[in-house]
Nanobody, 129 residues
Framework: QVQLAESGGGLVQAGGSLRLSCVGSGRTSSRRTFSDYNVAWFRQAPGKEREFIGLISWSGEITEGPGAEQERFIISRDNAKNTVFLQMNTLKPEDSAVYYC?????????????????WGQGTQVTVSI
């Protein structure tokens, strides 16, 4: 099984930036590793459903979800380091949430949490006024 670990969250003032990391390790019974999967970022605020932000393929192609926040959020990956990043700029208080990464073989804007095979534990992002 592929394990995921997010990091980089924290408390930041509005207008600031954070870069979240999602590090993958291990392999599945079919010998797939983190770099073989598409990786998605989601976020979940208290009382709300988990929202799809964006998805990056193993080759670096990106598709954005409803939570992509129009160029403020940028997804990238470094397969050599088994890491996917979420760069978040000009943060707003409404961006406060737990941010999760997950692996999937699905591709498209219609991605939902049901398509995610493995989740990380999440990292809290809090944006103060």
């Amino acid at each position: 099984q592929v394990q995921l670990a997010e990091s980089g969250g924290g408390l930041v003032q509005a207008g600031g930036s954070l870069r979240l990391s999602c590090v993958g390790s291990g392999r599945t019974s079919s010998r797939r590793t983190f770099s073989d999967y598409n990786v998605a970022w989601f976020r979940q605020a208290p009382g709300k459903e988990r929202e799809f932000i964006g998805l990056i393929s193993w080759s670096g192609e990106i598709t954005e979800g409803p939570g992509a926040e129009q160029e403020r959020f940028i997804i990238s990956r470094d397969n050599a380091k088994n890491t996917v990043f979420l760069q978040m700029n000009t943060l707003k208080p409404e961006d406060s949430a737990v941010y999760y990464c997950g692996t999937t073989t699905f591709w498209g804007r219609e991605l939902s949490s049901r398509n995610i095979g493995n989740w990380g534990q999440g990292t809290q992002v809090t944006v103060s006024i």
